[in-house]
């Protein structure tokens, strides 16, 4: 009997503390809701512009140009507001800006991301094209004086296109990713220049020598012509 009586009081007392926890967070929850509703314009003010100023700070304008221009002009209507003493207004205006500044901030993120991605499968690319190049020009016959011409521009283009990419990689590592899509897409588009021009050419001495023999064969083919008809 006393046993039964015991744990019924056990019971008893577990339930009460749950009842009790269960008001505490409740009224925690009430709390905080109506510390969130009390909030004076001038705090979502310096809760805004610290989030905007931690977007600009990261680099979101480049990403998120028009975003955060809509952001700076909401912001300047606000302290009007608050100026002229329209909390209601400025504090609308304000619980807008911060969720859409909360959006910037993923957005930022995301794009981010996929803007070094794409980075990254760029100088991947420059590297081959670039090492593609390095190669083709040990091939470079360098006898003529125009051989040799060739062959210095082209070294000193290889040795610019390294540099750059250093650069990139440089860019990259500050994750500046904007400048280095700009710069990466500059460079390839030189790389390929370069890559189709040293396809296209060939030895100087070489095309002298095939321009001999077209000019040569019309009269070898007049010599043997004419020995044959005298026979």
């Known amino acids: 009997m006393r046993a039964e009586l ?11 503390r749950k ?11 009430l709390v905080l809701f109506v510390v969130a509703c009390a909030t004076s314009p001038s705090e979502q003010l310096n809760q805004a512009e610290g989030l905007l100023s931690k977007l600009e700070n990261s680099g979101a304008d480049a990403y998120l140009t028009y975003e955060l221009a809509n952001a700076r002009r909401k912001l300047e209507e606000a302290r009007k507001f608050i100026r002229k003493n329209r909390f209601e207004m400025a504090s609308q205006y304000l619980s807008s800006i911060c969720q859409t500044l909360d959006s910037c901030s993923v957005a930022f993120l995301q794009k981010r991301q996929a803007a070094q991605q794409q980075c990254q499968q760029q100088v ?44 990139l990689q440089k860019l990259m590592a500050q994750q500046d990713f904007p400048t280095a899509l700009q710069r990466s897409a500059r460079l390839q588009f030189q790389v390929k220049q370069s890559l189709a021009g040293l396809a296209g050419s060939t030895s100087i001495p070489d095309k002298f020598e095939s321009q001999k023999t077209i000019a040569e064969t019309p009269a070898s083919l007049a010599a043997s012509t004419s020995r044959s008809g005298s026979r």
Not at 19 to 29: N, R, S, V
């Open 19 to 29: 009842t009790i926890w269960k008001a505490g967070y409740w009224w925690a929850l």
């Open 124 to 167: 991947v690319a420059l590297l081959t094209d670039i090492n593609s190049l390095g190669g083709m020009m040990t091939g470079l016959p360098r006898q003529s004086y125009i051989d040799q011409n060739r062959y210095d521009i082209y070294t000193h283009r290889l040795r610019r296109y390294r540099e750059e990419l250093d650069i």
């Open 6 to 16: 015991f744990l019924a009081a056990r019971r008893s007392q577990f339930s009460f």
